[in-house]
């Protein structure tokens, strides 16, 4: 398998989903993950999930969704020794991310500046809710937040229902998203220039970027947009339909797919008629239109109209719950969940996914199971050249 980071060292001192997230994604091709955790409590995620058993022994589901592949350090960043320890690993690394709020690792002493002066070609991301200037600059941001203030809760659900949450950390998993692509573009970057960055990365501003035909149809259009429930605003019919037993959602997108809809319904006849015929006819009168088709499609299971519709060119897909996608025939052997057996720590084998992509015909993974809180300080320090004496003293001090 590829491995485009391998050889780069990545410091990882965040906590929860968006920074963790980011940096499973560099792991997973390639990077050498240290997540650096303070001593006794390390990531929040840790206590998170929906396992009590696993958040008391600090290895919550939350925390190992997105840990696996990485190593852990515990240091206390607040004692001059343990700052120390950490200078010393920030000289061997390429990559620190962290995401706290603005201002926290400079006041520690650790910021851009002090550690740029120790390491010049490192590349330091900082992602926050607001980034590193503005007025919400300071505020505590978590992704319902910034779903909230971003937009996403305003278009999501509908006139009776919204505003309404996404139904998982949107916000949080873009903003980790963006970061692993900024910080493969500065490596890329110091790899011509040889110079380090300050990568600096806005939840809020990365949702927004995503949240681009919306947020287009206002600046652009001057449409401002409203919650629409399960209908796609660009056209119709294109929803989700009720069928004799469930939702099936259908994109009839084009005109002939429309045409083809109508067909395989038993109810060419909608195609001919003039509240329908045209795309922008469809969009005025998508009420009745949906009305007209959901009659035909009683005729049906949404597993029955599934195959039926796609035979002919229309794009449809049942509304499925996780477990039912998870094993389904086009998930379950494809390689996206990685199985570990008996993890430490943890007291049972495990499953998460991994990379959404393949690189050259394989699918980017990790080979070791998420950490234990600490599992690699003295190997870490070890590598530094820490004796064996150091270490001790260090752990009695609480410095790791």
């Not at 500046?113 to 992602?127: G, Q, T, V, W």
């Not at 993974?365 to 050249?385: A, C, K, Q």
Request: glycine letters at 12%.
């Amino acid at each position: 398998m590829l491995r485009p980071l391998e050889g780069i060292r990545v410091l990882d001192l965040t906590n929860v989903l968006a920074g963790p997230l980011c940096t499973f994604q560099l792991a997973l091709v390639g990077a050498e993950v240290i997540k650096v955790e303070v001593p006794g409590t390390g990531d929040l995620a840790r206590q998170l999930g929906a396992d009590p058993e696993l958040n008391q022994r600090l290895m919550g589901a939350s925390f190992m969704a997105q840990n696996a592949g990485k190593r852990s350090v515990t240091l206390d960043l607040k004692q001059a020794r343990g700052r120390a320890v950490f200078e010393r690993l920030v000289a061997t690394a390429d990559v620190l991310v962290e995401n706290f709020r603005p201002g926290v690792m400079a006041r520690l002493g650790t910021g851009y500046d002090e550690l740029s002066r120790i390491n010049p070609a490192l590349i330091y991301c900082a992602i926050s809710g607001f980034g590193s200037d503005g007025p919400l600059r300071g505020n505590l941001a978590y992704d319902q937040i910034i779903q909230g203030l971003s937009g996403v809760m305003s278009v999501t659900g509908d006139a009776a229902t919204g505003p309404l949450r996404a139904g998982f950390p949107i916000c949080d998993t873009l903003g980790g998203l963006t970061a692993a692509f900024a910080i493969t573009s500065a490596l890329l970057a110091r790899r011509q220039g040889g110079q380090g960055a300050f990568i600096d990365v806005s939840m809020l501003e990365a949702t927004l970027v995503a949240m681009g035909w919306v947020v287009s149809n206002y600046l652009i259009a001057g449409e401002e947009p409203q919650p629409m429930g399960n209908d796609n605003f660009t056209t119709s019919p294109s929803g989700a339909f009720r069928t004799r037993d469930g939702l099936l959602n259908i994109a009839a997108n084009k005109q002939e797919q429309f045409v083809a809809l109508c067909r395989v319904a038993g109810r060419p006849d909608l195609a001919d008629d003039p509240r329908f015929a045209r795309r922008g006819d469809r969009l005025s009168h998508r009420a009745a239109l949906t009305a007209e088709i959901e009659v035909a499609l009683a005729s049906r299971t949404a597993a029955e109209w599934e195959p039926l519709l796609n035979q002919a060119g229309v794009p449809a897909g049942r509304v499925l719950s996780v477990p039912e996608i998870l094993s389904h025939p086009q998930v379950a052997g494809c390689g996206l969940v990685r199985q570990f057996g008996d993890v430490p720590g943890a007291g049972r084998g495990i499953s998460v996914t991994t990379a959404g992509f393949r690189l050259s015909g394989c699918r980017p993974d990790v080979d070791r199971p998420p950490p234990r809180l600490g599992e690699h300080t003295d190997e870490v320090l070890r590598g530094l050249g820490f004796t064996d004496d150091e270490i001790a003293t260090l752990r009695a001090e609480g410095a790791i």
